[in-house]
């Protein structure tokens, strides 16, 4: 059973950080591409960034570029996104997918929410 676990989510200023991490199990988590997903309030799903199986390939929505971070670790089957320069806009539930344009298995989401 496919299984992705999010977490590191939290209230944070506006200019803060934060690192989301899910844990994987349940498949070979290196021959799957991931990505993150996000959900504002009251608004529909985001794709935000996602990577290639390897690690190698990154890509972004444009308004997180030059603040996200994607990553992978294979060994512990562990991905990652690094969000800097955190804004009030950034707010949102944030999903672990399986996929990099047409997505599988999702997370549960860890909320982030941005605000002074």
């Known amino acids: 059973e496919v299984q992705l676990v999010e977490s590191g989510g939290g209230l944070v200023q506006p200019g803060g950080s934060l690192r989301l991490s899910c844990v994987a199990s349940?498949?070979?988590?290196?021959?799957?591409?991931m990505s993150w997903v996000r959900q504002a309030p009251g608004k529909g799903f985001e794709w935000v960034s996602n990577?290639?199986?390897?690690?190698?390939?990154?890509t972004y929505v444009d308004f997180v570029k030059g603040r996200f971070t994607i990553s992978r670790d294979n060994a512990k089957s562990m991905l990652y996104l690094q969000m800097n320069s955190l804004q009030p806009e950034d707010t949102a539930v944030y999903y672990c997918?399986?996929?990099?344009?047409?997505?599988?298995?999702w997370g549960h989401g860890t909320q982030v929410t941005v605000s002074s």
């Open positions: 997918v399986m996929g990099w344009d047409t997505f599988g298995s």
């Open positions: 349940g498949f070979t988590f290196s021959s799957s591409a």
């Open positions: 990577i290639g199986g390897s690690g190698e390939s990154t």
